[in-house]
């Protein structure tokens, strides 16, 4: 009984590493305030791809990685974690999620979401579409059973964004990323994620795999609904319990995640990026 618990405790843990990871901020030249971006960068969109590494209690704990991508007005992000270390000898999974859409000017517009999980060989598909009324309509495979079925209503999930696309919010250029309430609903959970701007300073992750200024932001969870309270849930709910540092990169276009502190239930949680690469993709040359 104590390792299931073990393993749900981590679980929960993993999911909102999993989240957090996804974290990337648009500074978007439409926004209020910001420079016309010149032609001869349009053409060139930045891209990002960091990997990540999660202690628990001072022990590896899990694996992972995103990759975000920008073409003109359309991005696409794709996020893993797997546990590795000691946890594995009682949870052997991984997550991956997938998110797709567009950015108008100041607005998020997701075009479609997925989520799978795997744990020990049991896989799990979700998948959120959405179809321009900004509610999203959710499929699993397999089918939810009868006591798990979704309790988040349809108009609570309106006007929200997926996991992936939550926090890919654009910001004039110069303005700070934090400071911000985003609406999340992730096909089964209702629930807004409060940002605040805590500091700016330098931050060196493990690995050396990041070493530069950052700025770091409390982030607070507020539960709407269809989301149990745990005590992991009550803890996240409380200011203090969980910190990320971005930083800039593309010349202050995105900000990425480079370390994310939380306290959980099992110990502090610490994500580090240990790599991290920008790339530059090609759009259609721009007259």
């Not at 795997?118 to 959120?128: L, N, V």
């Not at 900004?134 to 059973?145: G, M, N, Q, V």
Request: aromatic fraction near 8%.
């Amino acid at each position: 009984m104590a390792r299931i618990e073990r393993g749900n405790e981590w679980r929960r843990v993993a999911g909102l590493m999993l989240t957090m990871t996804t974290v990337v901020l648009v500074a978007a030249s439409t926004s209020t305030g910001a420079a016309p971006v010149p032609a001869e960068r349009e053409a060139r969109m930045p891209g990002v791809t960091a990997d990540y590494t999660v202690y628990i209690g001072g022990f590896k704990a899990a694996e992972g990685s995103i990759n975000a991508t920008l073409r003109g007005e359309n991005y696409s992000m794709t996020s893993f974690l797997g546990v590795a270390g000691v946890p594995k000898n009682f949870l052997d999974a991984k997550w991956t999620m997938e998110s797709a859409g567009r950015i108008d000017e100041a607005r998020i517009q997701p075009q479609r979401f997925t989520f799978q999980s795997d744990e020990k060989g049991k896989i799990k598909h979700r998948e959120m579409t959405y179809d321009g009324t900004d509610r999203p309509e959710t499929t699993f495979d397999p089918p939810l059973p009868p006591h798990e079925d979704i309790s988040v209503l349809p108009y609570e999930r309106q006007n929200t964004l997926d996991p992936i696309s939550a926090l890919l919010v654009p910001v004039a250029a110069g303005e700070n990323p934090c400071n911000r309430r985003l609406a999340i609903f992730d096909g089964k959970r209702r629930y807004d994620i409060q940002l605040a701007f805590d500091s700016e300073g330098t931050v060196t992750t493990r690995n050396k795999g990041y070493s530069g200024m950052a700025i770091r932001c409390s982030v607070r969870m507020i539960p709407r609904s269809g989301m149990k309270q745990t005590s992991f849930t009550k803890m996240l709910q409380q200011r203090g319990n969980a910190h990320i540092w971005l930083a800039p990169m593309n010349d202050g276009n995105i900000y990425v995640p480079v370390r994310i502190q939380v306290r959980t239930p099992i110990g502090g949680a610490v994500m580090d990026v240990v790599s991290l690469r920008q790339y530059a993709t090609r759009t259609a040359a721009v007259r």
